[in-house]
């Protein structure tokens, strides 16, 4: 098998580890009787951490020898994140599990891009037809994993299952990690925080304030649209299904998010993403009507994926040749921790006190400022080798 294979395969198993707690750990939270703002607390306390040691982590992967150590490292302390979970659902327990997600699997993504683009730079390949098998693999456990889900007297979901299923994805990957191919530093140098020089490009700002923005947002959906459904009613296993849609769909925006960036430019292609943002929430806040719920989740595609892959490959270009681990991370602090720790903490109390569908109006009017902000100061500055997305 070529090395593209082995990539998909990896990221295929990457995700579907984190299809098990993105899912259903805000469910378990709620059914062991946690209030909004107390699952807040500690769904805010994952990108807290996160926010600290990921760069840390960054810079260790960037002034290594062989930068995949780093990433087998981190892929083999990342079972202990589900183990506390078989002991029980009490406040302690939680605790040290979000610290775990934050410590160990957090910083994985942002090194795991790196290397993934620096391997496609050097052997060849289009990151976004690798990344759709990351989508797939989150699909499973998601999908899957409620035929597996047992009830206690009380009600609570038994995390033994999904403990299992997480810790079996992250041995795969563990496995897969040693076929990934060999991507050494492009210029070594020793641990270094040269990545923060990013924040003086203003083009690198512009995207970090939007993508901030409209990750605040969406971290209403991450933290409460599975509570939310389960209030209305709605079954384990249709929430699960009605949860997968998100993924499925997009493995076809995120196949093609490259091409569409070669031929509109980041500006636009970002702005439609962010547009659609608006819509899902504001239909979200406005709706309690199933079919329409299931129409506005396919948005998905555009608010996660094709955003994802646009902000990735941007940051990939800004970067240059020797500090790509550190500025994933970077980006991922801003794009990702602390906008999540800024949106989670805010829904919790957002939602005790306004209802979950206040939350999602205010998260879209948040959403819409963040579409603004990107009209207004972005320009496109990607080059060809963007576009092709080798850099």
Not at 87 to 114: E, K, R, T
Not at 173 to 191: C, D, I, M, Q, T
Not at 249 to 263: G, K, N, P
Request: aromatic residues 12%; contains cysteine.
């Amino acid at each position: 098998m070529n090395h593209k294979t082995w990539i998909s395969m990896y990221l295929a198993a990457v995700f579907g580890a984190l299809g098990v707690h993105f899912v259903y750990l805000q469910i378990y939270l709620r059914d062991h009787g946690f209030s909004y703002q107390e699952i807040g607390f500690f769904l805010a306390l994952i990108p807290l951490v996160a926010m600290v040691v990921s760069p840390v982590w960054g810079m260790i992967a960037d002034s290594s020898s062989d930068p995949r150590r780093i990433l087998r490292i981190l892929l083999v302390l990342i079972p202990m994140c589900h183990l506390p979970l078989l002991l029980g659902g009490g406040f302690w327990v939680c605790l040290a599990v979000c610290i775990c997600i934050a410590l160990f699997y957090q910083p994985l993504i942002p090194i795991q891009d790196s290397l993934v683009l620096r391997a496609l730079h050097i052997h060849g390949g289009d990151y976004g037809r690798l990344r759709i098998w990351g989508s797939i693999g989150f699909t499973i456990p998601a999908l899957f994993l409620s035929v597996f889900w047992g009830h206690s007297s009380m009600g609570a979901i038994n995390w033994t299952a999904p403990g299992l299923l997480f810790a079996a994805y992250s041995a795969a990957a563990f496995a897969l990690s040693h076929a990934l191919p060999p991507v050494p530093p492009e210029r070594k140098h020793g641990l270094s925080a040269a990545g923060f020089h990013l924040l003086e490009k203003p083009t690198f700002l512009v995207l970090m304030g939007s993508v901030f923005l409209a990750r605040v947002a969406s971290s209403s959906l991450e933290g409460y649209q599975g509570v939310y459904l389960e209030e209305l009613g709605v079954p384990v296993e249709q929430l699960a299904l009605f949860v997968a849609l998100g993924p499925l769909s997009e493995v076809f925006t995120i196949f093609y998010s490259q091409r569409w960036l070669a031929r509109i430019g980041a500006r636009k292609l970002m702005a439609i993403c962010l547009g659609a943002l608006v819509v899902r929430l504001a239909v979200t806040a406005g709706s309690q009507s199933w079919p329409v719920l299931v129409g506005v989740q396919a948005l998905h595609c555009l608010t996660f994926g094709t955003q994802h892959v646009v902000t990735v490959l941007v940051v990939n270009q800004l970067a240059g040749d020797s500090i790509r681990a550190s500025a994933q991370t970077l980006a991922t602090v801003f794009s990702n921790y602390l906008s999540r720790l800024v949106g989670l903490s805010a829904a919790g109390w957002i939602a005790q006190h306004y209802a979950l569908q206040g939350l999602f109006g205010v998260a879209a009017g948040i959403a819409a400022l963040s579409l603004a902000l990107w009209w207004i100061l972005y320009r496109d500055t990607e080059d060809a080798d963007l576009k092709r997305g080798v850099r």
